[in-house]
């Protein structure tokens, strides 16, 4: 089918087409976020989960949601190597600039501005990397001590008495955070602790690796009582269902059931999987609906593995991650429960490629998800042969 209008989306944050399974997360983030808006104790939200899972997408689609709600959002990605003052601060000084365009937040935005001005003047000096934009002169004695600590709270809570000024919440959506060292976390926690106790309207909404929980409790001891820790894992048949056909639905196209079972399958559920086998599966297709197919397709199956089916998934959404994942960053490989032939499936993105490969990234200190190397070169999964039917083959 015509591969202009494919509506699938794998990629890293990309947005897919149907955003399925998580609408309970979602609700649970806004009515926290409400509840910190109105002064009512709620705790800042960690999404744990391994690559591909979709944090990134759920992060962008709650700020977006608070956002349209009146909030005010900061949105950080932690890159590796840099400084959390340096990633906070250009951030944090737009919000106080929308902020102190607020009538009733003006003066105190404008005390946010002068914190962020003794704040980036004071650290410069340790974090190389900060650079900042002064709107105003600093204010001696507000958060131009010098240490991390102690300057990252106070300039939090005058930001948050800005936003607070105007019934609003100042959020910070942060991706990525198991990059930020953990003695950075460490003030990041003390600062969003003391917002809480002052009931000023600051929160966090991190997403991050399955080692991030770790890095939470090793920075502060209290970490595990002021986030709610929410383990992202693969979606469930439903979900999974759903954000396979729905998108194809919305463009009249269908998957024959046998189909969609078989992508199901070999997906596990996880997200990115599905997105790759949903554009896959419409790039081949010569018409809908999209069949399994395995009788009048040509060479090797593209999108092919056999086996007993799914392994039991890993953890899921609100739930407990699995001792295993508790243990270790739960990344290390799977028991095998079904063969899979590896001539069928050494061109193909699957769940337990991507699992060993990310387990190999951990162990060489770069956690990511390596989509696996094609050992066939004319048949990669992004180029499907022109002559290939639609074919899913279970
Ligand atoms: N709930 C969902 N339903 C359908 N597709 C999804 C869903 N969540 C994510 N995806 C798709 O999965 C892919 C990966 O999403 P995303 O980049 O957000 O994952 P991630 O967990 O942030 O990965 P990483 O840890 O590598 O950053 C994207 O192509 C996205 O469109
Ligand atoms: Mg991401």
Known sequence: MDPITNPYAPGAGAPPPELAGRDALIEQVRIATERVRIGRQ?????????????????????????????????????PE???LPAMLAPQLRLALLRLSRREKAGDLAARGLRALAGF????????ADLEVGIDLEPEPGLADNGDLEHDLQALLEAAGEAAQAVGTVLALYVDELQYVPEDQLAPLITA??????????????????PQLPGQMGRAKSYAERLFAFHFIGPLDATAARDALEVPAAALGVRFEPAATEAILRATEGYPYFLQEWGKHAWDVAPASPITRDDRTRPGPAPLRRRGRGPRP???????????????GHGLEPQPRRHRVHRADV???????????????????????LRRPTPRCSSHRPNQPRASTKASITA
């Not at 980036?120 to 974090?127: E, G, R, Y």
């Not at 050494?346 to 990511?368: N, T």
């Open 192 to 209: 969003l602790h003391r917002c809480a106790q002052r009931q000023v309207p600051v929160m966090l909404v991190g997403a991050g690796l």
């Open 313 to 327: 998934q890993g953890h899921r959404d609100g739930a407990h991650p699995r001792a295993a994942d508790r243990k």
């Open 42 to 78: 709620a705790k800042s939200v960690l999404m744990i989960g391994l690559r591909g899972v979709g944090k990134t997408v759920l992060l962008d689609r709650m700020r977006s949601d608070a956002e349209a709600a009146g909030i005010e959002t900061l949105r950080i990605e932690a």
């Open 120 to 127: 980036a003047k004071s650290l410069k000096l340790k974090f």
């Open 81 to 83: 190597g840099r400084s």
């Open 346 to 368: 050494r061109c193909l993105p699957a769940p337990d490629h991507a699992r060993r490969g990310l387990a190999r990234g951990v162990r060489a200190g770069r956690p990511q």
